[in-house]
């Protein structure tokens, strides 16, 4: 069984701050990558960022230069810093893990429940 729990989602002020956390437990063998997505009402979920266990990063272009995803390996958690916010970036923000767990075979993706960011004034 494995679970990703997300924290740190809220309100905050257009050009303000937030950092999303996101751990990832249960029976991991191995992960290969964390990332984050979100999801705005009427829209499809799209990619924000992600990692690899590695350290190499990849950014929508949306958010370059506002966004720093970072992940610590030794406790399986991956986070968000959100810079410079927009109200455009409101949306249900989701973790995402590929990963593989013990006693299967390959790498498969788990999502986290999403965490609410929204920015108004």
């Known amino acids: 069984q494995v679970q990703l729990v997300e924290s740190g989602g809220g309100l905050v002020q257009p050009g303000g701050s937030l950092r999303l956390s996101c751990a990832a437990s249960g029976t991991i063998f191995s992960i290969n990558a964390m990332g984050w997505y979100r999801q705005a009402p009427g829209k499809e979920r799209e990619l924000v960022a992600d990692i690899t266990s590695g350290g190499s990063t990849n950014y929508a272009d949306s958010v370059k230069g506002r966004f720093t995803i970072s992940m610590d390996n030794a406790k399986n958690t991956v986070y968000l810093q959100m810079n410079s916010l927009k109200p455009e970036d409101t949306a249900v923000y989701y973790c995402?893990?590929?990963?593989?767990?013990?006693?299967?075979?390959?790498?498969?993706?788990?999502w986290g429940q999403g965490t609410q960011v929204t920015v108004s004034s």
């Open positions: 995402n893990a590929n990963l593989r767990a013990y006693y299967t075979r390959g790498y498969r993706s788990y």
